[in-house]
């Protein structure tokens, strides 16, 4: 038997194996040869073919005459594949139409709301059309005085019908005269209204079943319509976990903010202070104008005597004020232990 170095005699794809092709240059050159000596991989090749007029011996094959004999039959399986890949294709198309036929009368699961006035009719139709529970996030500090407008009309309006409305501030509007009216007005009339140290984006849930989401940090100029059920869950985790960590506005008086939560947020500022976070950074994040900021760091910077923003930084991640379980207690000025 033939001997070549192949793989076992298989062809391997743009090799040509040097055992088959010394011994197909000795058949040409001599006429014939022994049939057992012709390497395996020449024969799969067509490329050598028993001499009729001499049993054992062998003689070369045109490589156009072999070409014929060996790729039909790999032409023919590719001829054959192609038309199965056309039949499971057209029949592919008649279930891809049903199914498109079906989703168009779908409503989008994801939808860009471009412009005021067409996110405001979108808000105002779902809030309109909410039956059992509203959930609403709103970050930042105090809202206009035009938008509280439109907000109370719309709420008190909904709440008439017996729907329940969380909403979730930042602390700092609780120094805000026109949104502590709004809260005031909208919790008579039922609402609950929370405030936490940090919300973490605007946004509006409707019966679970719709939500709204900024596209943009603007939060203006366009809206994400929000109707996949799995989005909407993680969604309406996230404000119930939020929700849970608030501390609730009480009304009758509208009292100043608590110790507690004047703390919480001093401590949420200087933990910005320790990352590195600029004043503007942390006015955003807070809610709050850069100068109330600045005033609270500059408060703190003479209780601790520091003379700069990196000692500052320093003294409150060595001091273990903003990693205690109680709201930090500084001392006043002067008296520093």
């Keep these: 038997m033939g001997r070549c170095r192949c793989n076992g005699g298989e062809l391997l794809p743009g090799r040509v194996c040097g055992d088959a092709l010394s011994f197909y240059r000795s058949v040409l050159r001599e006429g014939t040869a022994c049939q057992e000596a012709a390497p395996p991989c020449l024969r799969a090749l067509g490329l050598v073919a028993e001499d009729p007029g001499a049993p ?20 023919e399986a590719i001829a054959d594949q192609q038309r199965t890949y056309r039949s499971v294709q057209a029949m592919l198309s008649v279930f891809t139409r049903t199914y498109d036929d079906a989703r168009k009368h ?13 996110i405001s009719n979108a808000l105002e139709a779902a809030v309109d059309g909410c039956r059992e529970e509203l959930l609403t996030t709103q970050p930042g500090g105090g809202r206009p005085a035009h938008l509280l407008g439109e907000a109370l009309e719309r709420d008190v309006r909904m709440l008439a019908r017996g729907v329940r409305q969380r909403t979730l501030y930042q602390h700092t509007v609780r120094s805000h005269a026109p949104t502590l009216a709004y809260i005031e007005q909208v919790t008579a009339a ?49 404000f119930d976990n939020a929700w849970a960590r608030s501390v609730p506005v ?28 600029t004043d503007d950074s942390i006015a955003r994040r807070m809610g709050m104008s850069r100068r109330s900021v600045a005033k609270h760091i500059s408060r703190v910077s003479r209780q601790l005597g520091s003379g700069s923003r990196a000692q500052l930084g320093y003294l409150l991640a060595t001091s273990g004020l903003l990693w205690r379980g109680e709201p930090a207690r500084l001392a006043p000025p002067g008296r520093r232990s």
């Excluded at 054992?56 to 032409?75: K, S, Y």
């Excluded at 989401?213 to 969604?235: K, M, Y």
């Design 56 to 75: 054992g011996a062998t003689t070369a094959v045109p490589p156009e005459a072999a070409a014929i004999a060996v790729l039909r039959p790999i032409e």
């Design 106 to 118: 779908e409503q989008p699961t994801l939808t860009v709301l471009a412009g005021a006035q067409v």
């Design 190 to 238: 039922g609402a609950e209204v929370h405030t936490l140290v940090e919300v973490f984006e605007r946004m509006i849930i409707c019966d679970r079943e719709v939500a709204f989401i900024p596209t943009s940090e603007e939060r203006s100029d366009s809206a994400l319509q929000i109707r996949h059920p799995a989005l909407l869950r993680f969604l309406a985790a996230l």
């Design 250 to 277: 009480e009304t009758g008086g509208l009292p100043a903010r608590s110790p507690l939560i004047t703390s919480d947020v001093q401590r949420a500022i200087l933990q910005a202070v320790v990352s590195g976070e």
